[in-house]
């Protein structure tokens, strides 16, 4: 079956700090793979993207890679801001899924001034 | 990309009480998505809506708990019935986009006393 496995949480990070956090995932077939967050009190949102192999997806600083050999879409970002507390979800679809995607268990990130 | 609005954002309820979420959406889509999400854990699929036909649920939802109406290409709602409070969570509506992107609503934050 499908699975996608996300870095354990919470992460606490102070201001301008490095991020990363880790994806892999199993697939029955040729994923997409998607990063999601969830702001608090909001539903989850598109944060980036990738679709076939060595993609690099990215927006609002955030860098993922998709990864066939170690089947990973690690999340990165160089200086993280208050303002990217939130939830992250990785996430995979199959065409063959009518839509829907297979979410992580997410990563609960808090940066501090 | 659609815009999903989705009410009541919350709720407090009583025991043994039912309550109807609603999820509309700003185009016409196939396959509506329900989510619960609870506390500090990730998503788990509730079912799947398809309009003109019965809504198809996942492993451990049963319909008398969960029945879902979808009359129109662009309207949907979900029932948690007889509730208890386990059943306090946070209810997600989605639907599927180009790309296999999901969609989110902003939730419904539910509390069974």
Known sequence: GNSVTQMEGPVTLSEEAFLTINCTYTATGYPSLFWYVQYPGEGLQLLLKATKADDKG????FEATYRKETTSFHLE????????????????????????????????????? | SAVISQKPSRDICQRG?????????DSQVTMMFWYRQQPGQSLTLIATANQGSEATYESGFVIDKFPISRPNLTFSTLTVSNMSPEDSSIYLCSVGGAKNIQYFGAGTRLSVL
């Open chain 1, 77 to 113: 970002k160089g200086s993280v801001q208050v303002s990217d507390s939130a939830v992250y979800f990785c996430a995979l679809s199959l065409n063959t899924n009518a839509g829907k995607s297979t979410f992580g268990d997410g990563t609960t990130l808090t940066v501090k001034p």
């Open chain 1, 58 to 61: 990215s927006n609002k600083g």
């Open chain 2, 17 to 25: 009480t039912s309550l109807t979420i609603q999820c509309q959406v």
